[in-house]
């Protein structure tokens, strides 16, 4: 398994694996934005919007990679404000359900971490409804600030709360 950053060409070349990834996780129910039903082809639209801003750099697009195809993938994102040039926002951590409990998504963090400091971020923040990564953020040395109730839905209903975290890298 090989984590890399997916360049324009590499990111738009791996949109219908990464679609794969991501509506393999609505369906599980994961809070990632969408609702089921959630079709390939939604997915695929999200994933070329996400390749163009990788190609404007507004995005920095990581896949995990097994035997020739994404199984996993996640974000950073610089943020666009002048005042805040020291911080990234992680977004979309993606395992599939298939390749999840052996490592992978701890990885990607760690690989988000070490692309981050090279950039001289100092801080990197994000928000999760997903209770499997808390533990991770958790035991990786992500601290927890707070919760803000019904922020979001589940894929099938119902509110979910949101739990936002942040890591200082600096040090
Ligand atoms: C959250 C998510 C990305 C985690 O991905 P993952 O690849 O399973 O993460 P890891 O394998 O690094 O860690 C998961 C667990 O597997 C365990 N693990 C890691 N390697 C292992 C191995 N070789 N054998 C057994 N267990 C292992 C970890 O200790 C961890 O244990 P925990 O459940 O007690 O915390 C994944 O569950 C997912 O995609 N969820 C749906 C989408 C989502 O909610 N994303 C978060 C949005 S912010």
């Not at 195809?69 to 979309?92: C, D, M, S, Y």
């Amino acid at each position: 398994m090989e984590i890399g950053i997916l360049d324009a060409g590499q990111a738009r070349q791996r949109i219908p694996e990464l679609a794969l990834i991501l509506q393999d996780c609505v369906a599980k129910g994961a809070s990632v934005s969408f609702m089921n039903p959630f079709s390939l082809a939604e997915a695929i639209g999200y994933f070329t919007d996400i390749a163009e801003a990788a190609a404007r750099e507004e995005v920095v697009l990581f896949a995990a990679v097994e035997n020739g195809r994404a199984v996993g993938t996640v974000q950073l994102h610089p943020t666009w404000k002048p005042n805040q040039p020291h911080r990234g926002e992680i977004a979309k951590m993606l395992v599939h359900s298939a390749h999840r409990k052996q490592g992978i998504g701890q990885k990607l963090l760690e690989s988000v971490e070490l692309e981050a400091k090279k950039r001289g971020y100092s801080l990197l923040t994000l928000d999760t409804a997903s209770g499997d990564a808390e533990r991770l953020y958790a035991r990786i040395g992500y601290k927890m600030v707070g919760i803000i109730p019904n922020y979001a839905l589940w894929p099938d209903g119902g509110y979910c709360d949101a739990v936002f975290y942040y890591k200082l890298i600096d040090g």
